[in-house]
């Protein structure tokens, strides 16, 4: 559904179920979707779940910020690389190439790299890099002015979640 629209006509969705976590750390904020308007369609909804996107920009920004590291390339695992617009849209909103591997399951891969490294089957990390082969790649397609109104529109979104219960 959510490949029906371009965009997602200005519906932001922030999942703040039980507050924001990283980098934000705001136990008083709550989820909402904001932004609709009457031109909105289901489909624009669906699309607001671009907010993981978003979500991870905000913490390789804050990485960026402690470490002074410029993240040049994301490289995906898991479930939810089997995304294609997802995944297009994390190499759109930080304007970085997004790379799968082979392997997408890598939590359980780096298990039984560790496993083997302990046990001598490998014998150093070197020879467990050789492995990692690429299985698709994402680049980007937006303007910079398209990436930076769009996470200027995201974090109003998370503005408006915040201070909604009193904790403490």
Partial sequence: ????????????????FSGLFAPHWRSDARGAIVGLSRFNTNAHVARATE?????????????????????EVLKVDGGITANNLCMQIQADVLGVDVVKPVVAETTALGAAYAAGLAVGFWK?????????????????TW???????GHAQWRKAVQRT???????
């Avoid at 907010?51 to 993240?71: F, P, T």
Wanted: charged content about 35%; some cysteine.
């Fill in 51 to 71: 907010a993981i996107c978003y979500q991870s920009r905000d913490v390789v920004e804050a990485m960026e910020a402690d470490s002074g590291v410029h993240l």
């Fill in 143 to 149: 303007s910079d002015e398209q990436r930076r109104a």
């Fill in 124 to 140: 150093d990390t070197d020879e467990l890099r050789k492995n990692w082969l690429e299985d698709k790649r994402w680049n980007p």
């Fill in 1 to 16: 559904m959510a490949r029906q629209v371009e965009d997602n006509g200005g519906v932001y969705f922030v999942p703040a």
């Fill in 162 to 168: 915040l201070d909604w219960v009193d904790v403490g």
